[in-house]
C-alpha cells in the first residue's frame, strides 16, 4: 500500500512546479538581512558596503538582479532615483555623482516563472551602499558587519587613544591608554536594524577616521547551507540546500536547486543561489587555487 | 519506515495510519468496480466535481498568495525612499559631529 501512497505524493510534488518553497521561518528582507549583491569602488557587496569617495567624483554602481523583476535604487543626498525593471539576471548599472556622503538603498524585487501558480510566497530583497565623501587624505577605517540579533561584535582600534563614535543615538567618547577594540553593545543598545557610525580615532595629535556600517537581524533567521559541487571535465554539477529556487553560474541560470552548467576551470567564475525568501550564497571560482570561495 | 507512518499523523482522533484511509480507499473503489454502470457514473460524476472543487481551491489560494506577495513588494518599494530619508539625516548628523571633532583637534 505504500508504494500507492509514494506515487500520491510524487504525483504532488510534480504539481508543484520548480519553484522551491523556503522552510525559513522568515524571509531575508523581514529578518533584516540584506541579501542585494551590487558592484561599487572595485568591489562586490553582498547586502551592505561602503565606499569612500571624493566629492563630485563619479562613481558606477552594479546591481545584479535575479531572473526578472524590479530594481530600485534611492538617495536624497545623492540625488539617485532609479527605478527599471531587469530581465535575464541582467544587472542594473546606475552612474551616481558624488556631491557629498550618501547613503543609497537597494531594493530587488525578482518575479520567478509561475510565480503566480505556486501559492509560494516571494519575498523582495535589499541593500545599502554607504558612499563616504573625504574631502581631505586623512586616513580611515571601514567596517560593515551583519550581527545576528543578541549576539555582538567588534571595531579594533588602531592604536591607543581617544575613540569618538557617533549616529543611531550613540555618544561614546573614551581614551584607552592600549591597543583595544569596540563592542557594538557599548555604543548602542538597539536590539534589530541598522546602524551607520561615524567616529574618529585620535592618537598622537593625529586623527582616523572611523565608519561602521552595521546591521543587526533577527535571530531566527539562518544563512542557506554551501551546496556540493563537483566539476566532471567541462560540466559544474551542483546539488544546492532543497530551498535553493534558482541556481545560476555567471548570467546563466536554472529555476531549480539541482542544476548543471557548462564550466571553464581556467577563467574565474560566480555561483549563485538564492531561495524565494531571499537567502542567498554566492561561490567564487579562483582559477589560480582550483578552489571555491564561499560568501553569504 | 515509508513516507508516512502511524507516529506521524495524528487528525485529532488519535493515531491514524495514513496507509490504511489509502487502503479503505482502494476498498471503495474495488466495490464500486463490482457495480453496474450507474453506479460508475454517479462516482465519476462525484469524482469531476471534487476534481473542479480542488483545481479552484488551489487557484484560489495562489491567487490570494500572489496578493500578499505583490503587497509586501510594493510595501518594500514604497518603504525604501522613506528609509533613506531617515538614515541620510541620522549618518548626515554623525558625519557633522566627527568633522567638528575633527577640525577642532
Given at each position: 500500500m505504500k508504494k500507492y501512497l509514494l506515487f500520491f505524493l510524487l504525483f504532488l510534488a510534480s504539481c508543484l512546479g520548480k519553484l522551491r518553497p523556503d522552510p525559513s521561518p522568515i524571509s531575508a528582507y523581514d529578518a533584516g538581512y540584506p541579501t542585494v549583491e551590487f558592484y561599487a569602488c572595485?568591489?562586490?557587496?553582498?547586502?551592505?558596503?561602503?565606499?569612500?569617495?571624493s566629492p563630485n567624483t563619479h562613481m558606477?554602481?552594479?546591481?545584479?538582479?535575479?531572473y526578472k523583476g524590479t530594481i530600485e535604487a534611492v538617495s536624497d543626498r545623492c540625488r539617485v532615483n532609479y527605478k527599471a525593471r531587469y530581465d535575464n539576471n541582467t544587472p542594473a548599472v546606475i552612474d551616481i555623482e558624488v556631491k557629498e556622503s550618501c547613503n543609497i538603498d537597494i531594493v530587488v524585487t525578482p518575479e520567478y516563472p509561475n510565480e503566480a501558480k505556486s501559492a509560494l510566497e516571494i519575498a523582495p530583497l535589499k541593500g545599502r551602499l554607504y558612499i563616504r565623501a573625504f574631502t581631505d587624505a586623512l586616513p580611515y577605517k571601514l567596517q560593515s558587519n551583519k550581527v545576528q540579533q543578541g549576539t555582538d561584535e567588534m571595531f579594533d582600534l588602531p592604536d591607543a587613544g581617544r575613540v569618538v563614535f557617533k549616529?543611531?543615538?550613540?555618544?561614546?567618547?573614551?581614551?584607552?591608554?592600549?591597543?583595544?577594540?569596540?563592542?557594538?553593545?557599548?555604543?548602542?543598545?538597539?536590539?534589530?536594524?541598522?546602524?551607520?557610525?561615524?567616529?574618529?580615532?585620535?592618537?598622537?595629535?593625529?586623527?582616523?577616521?572611523?565608519?561602521?556600517?552595521?546591521?543587526?537581524?533577527?535571530?531566527?533567521?539562518?544563512?542557506?547551507?554551501?551546496?556540493?559541487?563537483?566539476?566532471?571535465?567541462?560540466?559544474?554539477?551542483?546539488?544546492?540546500?532543497?530551498?535553493?529556487?534558482?541556481?545560476?553560474?555567471?548570467?546563466?541560470?536554472?529555476?531549480?536547486?539541482?542544476?548543471k552548467f557548462d564550466f571553464e576551470p581556467k577563467v574565474g567564475h560566480t555561483l549563485r543561489l538564492l531561495t524565494i525568501k531571499g537567502r542567498n550564497l554566492w561561490g567564487y571560482w579562483d582559477p589560480k587555487t582550483q578552489t571555491w570561495g564561499w560568501v553569504k | 519506515m515509508g513516507i508516512l507512518g502511524p507516529e506521524d499523523t495524528d487528525l485529532g482522533m488519535g493515531k491514524v495510519n495514513p496507509v490504511d484511509i489509502l487502503d479503505s480507499l482502494i476498498q471503495l473503489m474495488l466495490s464500486l468496480a463490482?457495480?453496474?454502470?450507474?453506479?460508475?457514473?454517479?462516482?465519476?460524476?462525484?469524482?469531476?466535481?471534487?476534481?473542479?472543487?480542488?483545481?479552484?481551491?488551489?487557484?484560489?489560494?495562489?491567487?490570494?498568495?500572489?496578493?500578499?506577495?505583490?503587497?509586501?513588494?510594493?510595501e518594500a518599494l514604497a518603504?525604501?525612499?522613506?528609509?533613506?530619508?531617515?538614515?541620510?539625516?541620522?549618518?548626515?548628523?554623525?558625519?557633522?559631529?566627527?568633522?567638528?571633532?575633527?577640525?577642532?583637534?
Amino acid at each position: 500500500m505504500k508504494k500507492y501512497l509514494l506515487f500520491f505524493l510524487l504525483f504532488l510534488a510534480s504539481c508543484l512546479g520548480k519553484l522551491r518553497p523556503d522552510p525559513s521561518p522568515i524571509s531575508a528582507y523581514d529578518a533584516g538581512y540584506p541579501t542585494v549583491e551590487f558592484y561599487a569602488c572595485d568591489q562586490r557587496f553582498n547586502g551592505v558596503g561602503i565606499c569612500p569617495a571624493s566629492p563630485n567624483t563619479h562613481m558606477s554602481l552594479l546591481i545584479q538582479g535575479y531572473y526578472k523583476g524590479t530594481i530600485e535604487a534611492v538617495s536624497d543626498r545623492c540625488r539617485v532615483n532609479y527605478k527599471a525593471r531587469y530581465d535575464n539576471n541582467t544587472p542594473a548599472v546606475i552612474d551616481i555623482e558624488v556631491k557629498e556622503s550618501c547613503n543609497i538603498d537597494i531594493v530587488v524585487t525578482p518575479e520567478y516563472p509561475n510565480e503566480a501558480k505556486s501559492a509560494l510566497e516571494i519575498a523582495p530583497l535589499k541593500g545599502r551602499l554607504y558612499i563616504r565623501a573625504f574631502t581631505d587624505a586623512l586616513p580611515y577605517k571601514l567596517q560593515s558587519n551583519k550581527v545576528q540579533q543578541g549576539t555582538d561584535e567588534m571595531f579594533d582600534l588602531p592604536d591607543a587613544g581617544r575613540v569618538v563614535f557617533k549616529g543611531c543615538g550613540a555618544n561614546f567618547d573614551r581614551t584607552f591608554d592600549r591597543k583595544t577594540f569596540i563592542r557594538l553593545s557599548e555604543l548602542v543598545s538597539v536590539t534589530k536594524g541598522d546602524c551607520t557610525f561615524n567616529g574618529v580615532f585620535i592618537s598622537g595629535g593625529k586623527s582616523t577616521r572611523l565608519i561602521w556600517q552595521v546591521w543587526i537581524y533577527d535571530q531566527t533567521f539562518t544563512q542557506i547551507p554551501i551546496p556540493s559541487v563537483n566539476i566532471k571535465k567541462t560540466q559544474l554539477v551542483v546539488t544546492a540546500d532543497t530551498a535553493v529556487s534558482i541556481s545560476a553560474i555567471d548570467q546563466d541560470y536554472i529555476v531549480k536547486n539541482t542544476a548543471k552548467f557548462d564550466f571553464e576551470p581556467k577563467v574565474g567564475h560566480t555561483l549563485r543561489l538564492l531561495t524565494i525568501k531571499g537567502r542567498n550564497l554566492w561561490g567564487y571560482w579562483d582559477p589560480k587555487t582550483q578552489t571555491w570561495g564561499w560568501v553569504k | 519506515m515509508g513516507i508516512l507512518g502511524p507516529e506521524d499523523t495524528d487528525l485529532g482522533m488519535g493515531k491514524v495510519n495514513p496507509v490504511d484511509i489509502l487502503d479503505s480507499l482502494i476498498q471503495l473503489m474495488l466495490s464500486l468496480a463490482k457495480g453496474g454502470p450507474v453506479t460508475w457514473s454517479i462516482f465519476g460524476v462525484v469524482a469531476i466535481i471534487g476534481m473542479i472543487i480542488i483545481w479552484r481551491a488551489k487557484a484560489f489560494l495562489a491567487a490570494e498568495v500572489q496578493k500578499i506577495t505583490d503587497k509586501k513588494r510594493n510595501e518594500a518599494l514604497a518603504k525604501a525612499p522613506v528609509d533613506n530619508q531617515i538614515v541620510e539625516k541620522d549618518t548626515k548628523k554623525s558625519e557633522d559631529e566627527i568633522e567638528e571633532i575633527i577640525k577642532n583637534g
